[in-house]
């Protein structure tokens, strides 16, 4: 019963806010329109702001799990047009914290201890909260005694049955709109719910989070542009993550980092720098960097520093995906459209049968009006959306790691021309990703791969005169049997010759010995 109930609620705010205009355009027929107002209990539909912005409000209005639903969204801007992409990436979680009880009975229920046993102090008021956890101050004595001022974030309880409970009607409604609206197919949103599922159920398990905190942490540690906080195993539960306090202003505030004396414009200049980085070298990235998630540290020692928070979200690119990228990158900056098509051709995400001039065709169409533009005003981040909406005409398969690193560059973008205006992307990019390029077909690639399998090549190095005298003695011995069958086989064939040859010669003089006998009997 409260399963239907629930998709009543769902479908009521819908229909309040007027989102089926999304997806039943094609659809405008008069049982819609009574159909609404009967749900809606003859109360105003809100259809006088933007289409975008009603589609925020509604999934705030439903909660907390269809807030992050949106965040998810809005990482499929290839599939949706600009302007509810750019509206879903508003979202914020906004969310009351849950009873300080409820969270301490939750750590005590984890770690099977006392909450004062198991921290030196503890700050029973929550600091921040969302939509999956919030956190809470305290402080742990290490091992070695010593005593660290730590985070901890704690699970909100209770989480799994209702997010099951709402993707399944999640699914159910999904399979509806693909099954009234064309528009609706052409969303895919099936895929996407179940790409929802994905992300949650991840972020769902903290011990995950915290190493992909831990292994950010180790990638940049020595570019010494970032602060990640340690997390602490011995207190990680998948219900519970402690890890180092950190001490910073939240980005968005930019009037604190002024008086401050914050750099904002070597500040926007570290931001690219640090992602280039997390993409190009380590092919990891962090995937959820809005302004919630990142601080920038006024300590003395670690002055205008980024800290970033929340690893939930992150991206990942194999080699094949960074040497695809930065090719693209440089020839969209060149103006070699041409290289762009045969690019997504050879990556395998275009049909066979794609004529390279007219996917050129498409990709200058979208991209030859931003270079009449002063560089500062060209947004790279728009430039891929626009890529990607137009290769849906060819049936490209955008790979999800592609779109979400497309996301996260919008994030980026977005938040360094917010600190400096005259940001110019472009400039900081591309010698960026020409000495990457360089350095992947150079000597530098051969000296690198050369190091990194030294320790392999060292092992196997003792062992090869052995392995070559093998490898000559096996061949040797290989030559032989072949030698061997194939005499034998030459001497079958000989005989089979020489059968042939004496059978035909025998076969002959029998029919000569046989005319003979004729010819005498006839005389």
Known sequence: MNHYLRAFVILWIVLRYGLDELVLSSFRRRWIGVLTRVITFGRRRRLDAPRGQRLREALERLGPIYVKFGQVLSTRQDLLPPDIALELARL?????????????????????APVDSIFTSFQREPVASASIAQVHFATIRLRNGELRDVAVKVLRPGMLPVIEKDLDLMGMMAGWVEHLSEDGRRLKPREVVAEFDKYLHDELDLVREAANAAQLRRNMAGLNLVMIPEMYWDFCHPEVMVMERMTGVPISQIDRLVDAGVDLRQLARDGITIFFTQVFRDGF???????????????????????????????TLTEYDKEYLAQNFTAFFRRDYKRVAELHIESGWVPPGTRVDELEGAVRTVCEPYFDRPLKEISLGMVLMRLFQTSRRFNVEIQPQLVLLQKTLLNIEGLGRQLDPDLDLWATAKPFLERWMVEQIGPRRFIDELRD????????????????????????????RELRELLAEQRRTNRLLQGIVYGGIGFALGLLAMQVLVRLRLF
């Open 92 to 112: 914020q979680d906004r969310v009351p914290p849950f009873p300080s009880e409820v969270a301490i009975a939750t750590i005590e229920r984890a770690f099977g």
């Open 285 to 315: 990235f962090h995937a959820d960097m809005h302004p919630g998630n990142i601080q920038v540290s006024i300590e003395k020692g670690t002055f205008g520093r980024y800290i970033s928070l929340d690893f939930g979200i992150i991206g």
């Open 453 to 480: 399998q030294a320790p392999r090549y060292a092992k196997i190095l003792p062992d090869l005169p052995r392995l070559l005298h093998g490898y000559l003695q096996e061949r040797q011995s290989t030559d032989k």
